[in-house]
């Protein structure tokens, strides 16, 4: 009775073990197709703009008198950041962060209180964008000096809904919308001829459309069912996300190609119940080399950060699971 269950007998309630795990004693292995795959971050449309931000989020917003703050970095492009954060004065700066940020992600800083506004009141953040293992528009390398107002941080309208966060946020635009222009020398800059001695008004800013996302590459044909199997458990919802799961055969499907059914899957999920105020729903991805999970996580802390998320219990689905809490 030692031995390890596999998931689908946690699931079944089974006790039984399988031919394999009698005979080896040991853990069945949890493998899964898509682990092949090193994948590469969902771009968006609009998201080749070259976007970032330095924002800062108090911890208690309604108590501003008796509130500390946290600082991060958004990266809001399809381009990978290079980054190097520091603050200081003059020919004197202390380095805070450096490191990398994935597409469409924000990264966590540091936390600090009224006490340390006054040593970053003068912030620079350098950064170069890139995206690896494709072309790409190359962008300028950038070097943003912000002025903090430590004033603003005492003022409840300072901080203000965003796309970013839950809570309000201050935020200090790194680049936003390439403001930054690529330096040329002994560049000439003038109008067109046939607006010079004119009047004539600067166009007007064409709206981007609304985010999309990418278009599938797999056939609905290969699918078991518009939804995952779907198992009621102690009052949570439990999805195998498992490619033998959700898929009648991989044949022609490249583990790229199954990792993205195995995400429409998970976000087709949270939609189905995303008015249940405190539905529980575990996602079993398995162990493997984490690249499922790792997805998963990412579009949690982005695109659901209002829904709490926790490892599911190892004693009922393995190390292989989350479980998703939806807020409304």
């Given at each position: 009775e030692g031995k390890s269950k596999s998931i689908k007998a946690r699931l079944s309630g089974n006790t039984a073990t399988t031919t394999s795990e009698t005979e080896a004693g040991e853990e069945e292995i949890d493998y899964d197709p898509a682990d092949n795959f090193v994948p590469q971050?969902?771009?968006?449309?609009?998201?080749?703009?070259?976007?970032?931000?330095?924002?800062?989020?108090?911890?208690?917003p309604r108590e501003l008198n008796n509130t500390d703050f946290e600082s991060y970095l958004v990266n809001d492009s399809n381009y990978y950041i290079h980054y190097l954060y520091m603050v200081g004065t003059q020919n004197e700066w202390q380095c805070k962060a450096v490191g990398e940020i994935e597409p469409n992600t924000k990264l966590f800083i540091e936390r600090f209180s009224y006490d340390d506004l006054n040593n970053i009141a003068e912030a620079c953040v350098q950064v170069f964008a890139y995206k690896p293992a494709k072309t790409f528009e190359r962008k300028p390398?950038?070097?943003a000096h912000i002025r903090i107002d430590a004033t603003k941080f005492y003022k409840l309208n300072?901080?203000?809904?965003?796309?970013f966060f839950d809570a309000p946020a201050l935020l200090y635009a790194v680049t936003e919308k390439e403001k930054a222009k690529e330096t040329k020398l002994n560049e000439k800059i003038e109008l067109p001829k046939k607006l010079q001695?004119?009047?004539?008004?600067p166009a007007q800013p064409t709206l981007q459309p609304a985010r999309k996302p990418l278009v599938r590459r797999y056939e609905n044909s290969q699918s078991k069912a518009k939804?995952?199997?779907?198992?009621?458990?102690?009052?949570?919802?439990v999805v195998d996300l498992h490619a033998e799961e959700v898929l009648e055969t991989t044949a022609g499907l490249?583990?790229?190609?199954?990792l993205e059914y195995q995400m429409g899957i998970f976000?087709?999920?949270?939609?189905?119940?995303?008015?249940?105020?405190?539905?529980?729903?575990?996602?079993?991805?398995?162990?493997?080399?984490?690249?499922?999970?790792?997805?998963?996580?990412?579009?949690?802390?982005?695109?659901?950060?209002?829904y709490h998320f926790q490892d599911a219990s190892f004693r009922e689905y393995g190390y292989g699971a989350t479980q998703v809490t939806i807020i409304t």
């Open positions: 971050p969902r771009e968006r449309e609009g998201g080749n703009t070259l976007t970032a931000y330095l924002a800062f989020v108090p911890t208690k390398a950038l070097d300072t901080f203000r809904e965003n796309d001695g004119s009047n004539t008004q939804y995952a199997k779907q198992i009621l458990k102690n009052d949570k919802i490249t583990p790229g190609d199954i976000r087709s999920t949270l939609e189905q119940y995303k008015n249940k105020n405190q539905q529980k729903i575990v996602f079993i991805h398995g162990k493997g080399e984490g690249v499922l999970r790792r997805s998963i996580i990412r579009e949690l802390n982005y695109k659901y950060k209002k």
